[in-house]
């Protein structure tokens, strides 16, 4: 390579990376529009959570089809990136190959990249089958239309392409290595290139060399731009699915928090001592609002689970109430959560960091309450979720809103609430009628 080269290669490196770090940087933006949760205890529990679920993606393999085939891509891009560092060096310094003073771990590794790329390709080919041929249900329901049917589809060329763009220039390095040509020296090993080589035979030096580089720089520009159109992506989670399973609840499923004021409400109901119209000592024990109907109103790891979700649909094809036709899809909850967290970031990035209400909202805009008194509250969207997001938790804090600060729960469950209230039991029948049925027995 040249000067100009090396310059070239260096300026578009910092654009890509530049332009990464902002998007980054605007992420971890949005997700602390959140409130604060204190999830840093039981640190080795949660090291331990984050190496089986997202590294060792332990629930992937529950649906053995999607989750071998999902190690594989996700194999292949871990390892195959690790390439990634020999061309950036190569580009900076005008090296080639900088790598191959490894000898034989070389040779391996190249060789293993190469499987690895065959490999993807098969994994992604079938991947595409099962979204645009077969239409499992789980691609084909309502909530996975326009953008996110279309985002799925290009990820899946990406792949094809970056992984077609690295074979294509082994081979071309390869037909050069053997015609000894320049700097081109004969190292590696090709056990699939070599194959592809022949493709080169009769033509002349200088083409296959613009072959090799044209599909070098190809090669690097399009993983700069896959590393870019990551934020606008569902594959985010190659990324957040380390932080999200860190994070995640380590509490038992079905256990659901207490609010803090309403606790602290009711023991103050039952100190005998206290003066319960005392002004409260810590202005904070006094939320500005039960639950959440907006963005802001979620914590901020329910705000990373929504950037995290991979938009695979376990959760909604596991859900009992979208099976039997209801409204509800834990799916739609994240992306839902996730479109309004942008709507609000681009809101403040265009008010100079400041939110201006645009009279808009999560609840009502974006989730319905039909989706939210759907939920049976049974965990099966958490329990199939291959990197621990919860859908439920989302769910829980729109209801309470609705509960606490708008008395908006249906007539069956305001009835129930009355009667625990005033029967001490959900049914509408009176206290001293309550062990009738021993008589009877």
């Avoid at 060792?56 to 190690?71: D, F, N, T």
Wanted: hydrophobic share 45%; glycine share 6%.
């Amino acid at each position: 390579m040249s000067f100009l080269d090396n310059i070239l290669f260096a300026l578009l490196l910092a654009i890509g990376v530049g332009f990464f770090t902002m998007n980054v940087k605007k992420l971890i933006r949005n997700i602390n529009l959140g409130r604060d949760i204190n999830r840093k205890d039981n640190s080795s529990e949660r090291w331990k959570n984050m190496a089986m679920v997202a590294i060792g993606q332990s629930k992937m393999v529950k649906r053995p089809i999607a989750g071998i085939l999902h190690i594989i891509v996700y194999a292949g891009f871990i390892i195959i990136n690790i390439e990634v560092i020999e061309i950036i060096i190569d580009g900076l310094f005008g090296t080639h190959r900088i790598l191959s003073f490894m000898g034989s771990f070389y040779d391996v590794l190249i060789a293993s990249f190469e499987i690895l790329a065959v490999l993807v390709l098969l994994a992604v080919f079938i991947f595409w089958i099962r979204r645009n041929t077969i239409k499992l249900d789980r691609f084909a329901s309502s909530d996975l239309t326009g953008k996110p049917k279309k985002d799925a589809n290009y990820i899946i060329y990406f792949e094809v392409i970056l992984m077609s763009l690295f074979l294509l220039m082994n081979a071309a390095d390869l037909h050069l290595q053997h015609l000894g040509i320049g700097h081109y020296n004969q190292v590696g090993s090709f056990p699939i290139s070599k194959f592809i080589a022949p493709l080169f035979n009769g033509m002349t030096e200088g083409i296959v060399v613009s072959i090799e580089r044209a599909a070098w720089w190809l090669h690097i520009v399009g993983i700069l731009i896959f590393l870019n159109y990551l934020y606008f992506s569902k594959h985010l989670h190659i990324l957040l699915a380390f932080p999200n399973t860190f994070y995640a609840d380590l509490n038992a499923k079905g256990k659901l928090d207490n609010l803090e004021s309403v606790t602290n409400e009711v023991k103050l109901m039952m100190d005998p001592s206290a003066d319960p119209f005392a002004t409260p000592t810590d202005p904070t024990a006094v939320p500005a609002k039960f639950g959440a109907s907006d963005v802001q109103d979620l914590n901020w790891v329910q705000l990373l689970n929504a950037y995290s979700c991979t938009e695979c649909g376990r959760c909604t094809s596991s859900c009992p109430a979208n099976q039997t036709g209801k409204k509800l899809s834990p799916r739609k909850i994240m992306m839902d959560t996730r479109d309004r967290l942008e709507e609000v970031g681009k809101n403040i990035d265009l008010n100079k960091g400041v939110f201006v209400d645009d009279g808009k909202s999560l609840l009502h805009d974006y989730i319905s309450t039909e989706e939210l008194w759907a939920c049976t509250s049974c965990n099966a969207c958490v329990e199939e979720c291959p990197i621990n997001i919860s859908p439920l938790s989302i769910i829980i804090d729109m209801r309470r809103y609705l509960v606490m600060e708008q008395s908006a729960a249906p007539n069956e469950l305001n009835n129930v609430m009355t009667n625990i209230e005033n029967n001490g039991a959900p049914w509408q029948y009176n206290q001293m009628d309550r062990l009738n049925w021993s008589s009877e027995a």
